[in-house]
């Protein structure tokens, strides 16, 4: 059970003089102070969410919470979920508990100070369990200005939800004044001018960052979706720069995707043409891998895919191998009521010629009988993902770790981390290249740190010539996107294709590693029978 003693005393006179109350709740997130969209229509009252958005929010934070040394714990949390609920009924409602985690991630220390300075803890006698609901619901709180939350009649309510609420209501005077405090330490305008730069620049780059989807071309055509979506009131334009209200354009390297603005999606998601599987939507990177492969191969040239993190990669890998008699072979697909879903899923894309394989990547010999037709191995390993503006969009798209806001919380990772994933991409990169039958590997991440990108694949170059076996070693070449030019392609210096994190897409890394003789033969533009 919870308490509190007295909470209900205090009165404004602690608060600062020059400050009123209105004053003290002015802690303004990003989505307030940044709107550079000029199409988006900003809203800055917000009523709070339901009771299990809360819950759902407070068992993810306590997964992904900050994890401190003795001597600096402010508050004790729980081992255990806050309360377990059944699966998210819907996608929006998964979406919003992982922003609002995210947001108490990012501001884990300083909501605990708050708590702390208010004198919220210890006067309130609570289960350490429910310190997770209670830090979630304070970002809430403050980010509505300490406003009464809008409750509907039909809603269900959850007790814990309902105490902690009245709890942190009874403390709003507290709150407010801590919180005021809090801006005045760091001379903030907001709390979130205390945020770390990266994160700030992530967090503006995020609110602009537009829409990507690609056309599933065994239902329609590129051409046929454009004169859908123009038919639906959608205007064509020539770049993401020229959006209007209800606008799309076309992307300069993946001749099937499309881009729309951000405020769209909604909409958009109950169109026929997404619900229909014509239109999906996808980061630009996932697109930029499976082009690059198409480009490597010939007619009946079977790929292998690593790591796919959602099954549209698989997808589109198979939507561009349509016409041939190519397979298309999945890695680590273990239950088999996820591979009856799978199917169905593929089957209701239009889907035809892939195969899943149980085992995972690593586990699966080079010389497997099932694979000798493989020419093209994708690997797209898991990765720090910090070149990603939108982490959530990412990790609920891709299927990812919600542990990887931990780093996106901070804007960096930590370099024991850091080394852990470049050993294991490099593992995989190496056991990839042991398949002497493959004649290329497609290597993609969304990291900006060199020791996953540059630094892996040199080391597994090297770790192919030293092999010396009689086997033609791997060399880096060129990735060839559809609307590049040969010219383009040839003058490229690195040989690395990267896209750096801006305004209008997320960071991506694509290296094309092939053998001698095949690249030779790329590069005279013979090798492709389409």
Known sequence: ????????????????????ISKLTSLTNSEDLICKDKNVLCLTEKNGYQDTVYIKAANIFQGIKIEKAPDKVLIRYGSEPVLTLPDFEDENSQRLSYELAFSALKYQDILESILIDSCF????????????????????????KFQSRLISDEEQSISEVQEVEYLLNSFKTKLAA???RCRIKHDALSIYHILPETVRQQEQRASTLPLYA???????????ICDDLKEEGYTKVKSALDFECKSFCLDQHCSDVLIFPSHLKSELLNIDLCTDYKLLFQDKSRSLAVHSVRTLLNMDDDVLLVNMGSWYTVAHMSTLTNQSTSKIFVCGVRSQTKESDLKTLFTNMGCKNIELLHENFTDIEAKDHRLQKVKVILLLPRCSGLGVSNPIEFILNENEDADLLKDHSKGVIAEDKLNVL????????????????????????????PEENEVVVKKALQFGIERNNKVQPYRLSPPVLPLCSVKEIRSSNDKFFKVEPSEITNGCFLAVLTREAFERTLMTGVDTAW
């Open 214 to 224: 690609w056309v599933n071309t065994c239902k329609i055509s590129p051409e046929g």
């Open 1 to 20: 059970m919870i308490s509190s003693t007295n909470e209900l005393e205090f009165s404004t006179e602690e608060i600062p003089n020059e400050l009123s």
């Open 178 to 180: 801590a919180l005021a």
């Open 422 to 449: 470049a050993e294991q991409q490099f593992e995989q990169l190496k056991h990839a290249m042991q398949f002497n039958k493959a004649q290329a590997i497609v290597y993609c991440t969304c990291s900006v740190y």
């Open 121 to 144: 803890y210890p006067n309130v006698t609570i289960p350490d369990a429910l310190s997770s609901l209670v830090v979630v619901m304070l970002y809430d709180f403050q980010d509505r």
